[in-house]
């Protein structure tokens, strides 16, 4: 399945571990961490060896990553199951980079697009666009689900000290409470929707479409809808069915994957809040990171050695998922946004030849820190499955010099994780530690064991000077790519999403039994008697 020096690199790793590492070469921090600019890349704390780390980068070669690298800047159709082009390079690229899907170019539409996003967001900030009764939109609701939802989201929040555009809501789920308390409080008059959808056929986004559409039609009239509604989408003419003007319609294309998007038009509510100069500056950090992707040594490049880490420990160490904690509170809906990235591209059970796989992408799951320490961390130091661990952090914060010490605890405590998780406690450690504070020899006999922290866990860090927009940029692309290097790893197609078919056509041919219109007769035992209880529950 992979080359024969990969595993006896895993063999040796299991074998050695990362301390040792560490007292073989005092120098593994400089030779183990890797830079673009500021962001730094430190993978020291992992078992990967120099010997383990060339084998990866022959195994990335022998795999064709740079072939398929170029090959989708190329603007080939790489998703191949759905016959397209992945381009969302071609969204952050420079006017004038002569990028091409399937042979046709693309950046006059690209610039023309990211040119009417500019003159509405502008128009709404400044209050020159506004609603039905001439007052000024003081807030922005963006519908949408998935892809359509959290990238925005996701940036929204991170990019909050570039915040200065009207307040920007998002909601997703097809729950009537996620619209229902989104909207209260908020004025029709000054609201704005947005409906964000690829497709412009999710249930979920279209049926919250159209009870916003009915909140805006009962307070203001039906011709307001025109004015309170803009849309983005590749389906123009369902668009213009829902009623919505083209000249607030935002279009992409079909080279562009839902979870690939928020560089397109689907970014609108992004450049609402932080305006269109910071958004420009976002697709700048994104378009440095793909420069770097396509251009740096196999050895030295980010998104290559990342997507490498992750392979290593998914299929030679075995480790099922893996944990993305940014140390960072406005990172904080980042392991969402990775977990549809990552999940949503690498998990699939056969490969581009559509022969089974050994293994798929992991679980990414995770949540801030400090947050998660007091969590689920106990799990990741003294569970039984390893978890490797991504820790994020910024040098800098944003907040004021007074609140240097929130930062200073903030950087400690990210750096004593990883550091814990390496170096853990021993049995007599522990022991010691307990008779020091007190405890007989009797209780520190029984207590030690519990207080063992087996270390040689790993982890990889990624620190950069500040979370302001290119930054920010730069993350997401790195990721990206990284999710492409792994599919290219794994031999699967990441760009496709068939995955999440089956439920959507349950769930439709459901709603009509759960109405109590059709008879849950010929359904499995556990479907029909949990409708019945829905629909006795439902009477009482
Ligand atoms: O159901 C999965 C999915 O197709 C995602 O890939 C996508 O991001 C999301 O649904 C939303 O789709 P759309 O933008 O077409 O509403």
Same mark, same amino acid.
């Given at each position: 399945?992979y080359p024969?020096?990969?595993?006896?690199?895993?063999a040796r790793?299991e074998?050695?571990?990362?301390?040792?590492?560490?007292?073989?070469?005092?120098?593994?921090f400089?030779?183990?961490s890797?830079?673009?600019?500021?962001?730094?890349?430190?993978?020291?704390?992992?078992?990967?060896d120099?010997?383990?780390?060339?084998?990866?980068?022959d195994?990335?070669?022998?795999?064709?990553?740079e072939?398929k690298?170029?090959?989708?800047?190329?603007g080939a159709?790489?998703?191949?199951?759905?016959?397209r082009?992945?381009?969302?390079?071609a969204?952050?690229?420079?006017? /004038?980079?002569?990028?091409? #899907?399937? =042979?046709?170019?693309?950046g *006059?539409? !690209?610039q023309?697009?990211r040119w009417?996003?500019? $003159?509405?967001?502008?128009?709404?900030?400044? /209050?020159?666009?506004h609603g #039905?009764? =001439?007052?000024?939109?003081? *807030?922005? !609701?963006?519908?949408?689900?998935?892809?359509?939802? $959290?990238?925005?989201?996701m940036a929204?929040?991170?990019?909050?000290?570039y915040?200065? =555009?009207?307040?920007?809501?998002y909601?997703?789920?097809?729950?009537?409470?996620?619209?229902?308390?989104?909207?209260?409080?908020?004025d029709?008059?000054?609201?704005?929707f947005?409906?964000?959808?690829?497709?412009?056929t999710?249930?979920?986004?279209?049926?919250?479409a159209?009870?916003?559409?009915?909140?805006?039609v009962?307070?203001?009239?039906?011709?307001?809808?025109?004015?309170?509604?803009?849309?983005?989408?590749?389906?123009?003419d369902?668009?213009e069915?829902?009623?919505?003007?083209?000249?607030r319609?935002?279009?992409?294309?079909?080279?562009?994957?839902?979870?690939?998007?928020i560089?397109?038009?689907?970014?609108?509510?992004?450049?609402?809040?932080?305006?269109?100069?910071k958004?420009r500056?976002?697709?700048?950090g994104?378009?440095?990171?793909d420069?770097?992707?396509?251009?740096?040594p196999?050895?030295?490049?980010l998104?290559?050695?990342?997507g490498?880490?992750?392979?290593w420990?998914?299929v030679?160490?075995?480790?099922?998922?893996?944990?993305?904690i940014?140390?960072?509170?406005?990172?904080s809906?980042?392991?969402?946004?990775?977990q549809?990235?990552?999940?949503?591209?690498?998990?699939?059970r056969?490969?581009?030849?559509?022969?089974?796989?050994a293994?798929s992408g992991?679980v990414?799951?995770?949540?801030?820190?400090?947050?998660?320490?007091?969590?689920?961390f106990?799990?990741?130091?003294?569970?039984?499955d390893v978890?490797?661990?991504?820790?994020?952090a910024?040098a800098?914060?944003h907040e004021?010099?007074?609140?240097?010490?929130?930062?200073?605890?903030?950087?400690?405590?990210?750096i004593?994780q990883?550091e814990a998780?390496?170096?853990?406690?021993?049995l007599?450690?522990?022991?010691?530690?307990?008779?020091?504070?007190?405890?007989?020899?009797?209780?520190?006999?029984?207590?030690?064991?519990?207080?063992?922290?087996p270390?040689?866990?790993?982890?990889?860090?990624?620190l950069y000077?500040?979370?302001?927009?290119?930054t920010l940029?730069?993350?997401?692309?790195?990721?990206?790519?990284?999710?492409?290097?792994?599919?290219q790893?794994f031999?699967?197609?990441?760009?496709?999403?068939?995955g999440?078919?089956?439920?959507?056509?349950?769930?439709k041919?459901l709603?009509?039994?759960?109405?109590?219109?059709?008879?849950?007769?010929?359904?499995?035992?556990?479907?029909r008697?949990?409708?019945a209880?829905i629909?006795?529950?439902?009477r009482?």
């Open positions: 399945m024969d020096a990969i595993a006896t690199a895993a790793a074998k050695i571990g990362i301390q040792s590492l560490f007292k073989a070469d005092p120098k593994r400089e030779a183990m890797f830079r673009q600019d500021d962001l730094l890349l430190d993978l020291s704390k992992t078992a990967i120099p010997e383990a780390l060339s084998a990866l980068i195994f990335a070669r022998e795999r064709k990553v072939a690298r170029d090959a989708m800047f190329a159709k790489i998703n191949e199951t759905e016959g082009s992945v381009l969302h390079v969204l952050r690229a420079k006017p /004038g980079d002569g990028f091409k #899907a399937d =042979g046709e170019p693309v *006059d539409a !690209v023309a697009v009417e996003m500019t $003159l509405f967001a502008d128009a709404i900030r400044s /209050g020159a666009a #039905a009764t =001439g007052k000024a939109f003081t *807030d922005v !609701v963006n519908i949408g689900i998935g892809g359509s939802d $959290l990238g925005p989201a929204t929040l991170a990019l909050a000290p915040h200065n =555009g009207p307040n920007v809501h909601v997703s789920n097809v729950d009537g409470a996620h619209i229902a308390d989104t909207i209260t409080g908020l029709p008059e000054t609201t704005l947005i409906v964000a959808s690829k497709t412009f999710t249930v979920e986004t279209m049926t919250n159209r009870t916003a559409r009915d909140w805006i009962a307070k203001l009239g039906e011709d307001a809808v025109e004015t309170h509604f803009s849309a983005v989408s590749t389906a123009l369902q668009v069915a829902f009623g919505i003007s083209e000249d319609t935002f279009g992409f294309w079909d080279w562009v994957g839902g979870r690939y998007s560089w397109s038009a689907i970014g609108l509510p992004l450049m609402i809040a932080i305006g269109p100069e958004f500056e976002f697709l700048a994104g378009h440095e990171m420069e770097h992707f396509r251009s740096a196999l050895g030295e490049n998104p290559i050695l990342l490498l880490v992750g392979w420990h998914r030679a160490m075995d480790c099922p998922t893996r944990a993305i940014p140390y960072d509170q406005r990172l809906r980042f392991p969402a946004y990775l549809q990235l990552d999940m949503e591209s690498n998990g699939k056969v490969g581009l030849d559509g022969e089974p796989v293994v992991p990414a799951w995770g949540e801030p820190g400090t947050n998660g320490q007091h969590a689920f106990q799990l990741i130091h003294q569970g039984t978890v490797p661990v991504e820790f994020l910024a800098n914060a004021s010099e007074k609140m240097t010490v929130h930062q200073d605890l903030l950087l400690a405590n990210c004593a990883s998780l390496m170096i853990g406690r021993t007599e450690e522990a022991r010691r530690q307990l008779l020091d504070g007190g405890a007989t020899p009797d209780e520190a006999q029984r207590i030690a064991p519990h207080r063992v922290f270390g040689e866990r790993p982890s990889v860090t990624m000077a500040q979370l302001d927009p290119r940029g730069r993350l997401i692309a790195l990721y990206e790519h990284r999710v492409f290097v792994e599919a790893l031999g699967i197609n990441a760009f496709d999403q068939w999440v078919e089956l439920g959507k056509e349950l769930a041919n709603v009509p039994v759960v109405t109590g219109e059709q008879d849950a007769g010929s359904r499995d035992g556990s479907t008697g949990l409708v209880a629909q006795t529950m439902r009482t």
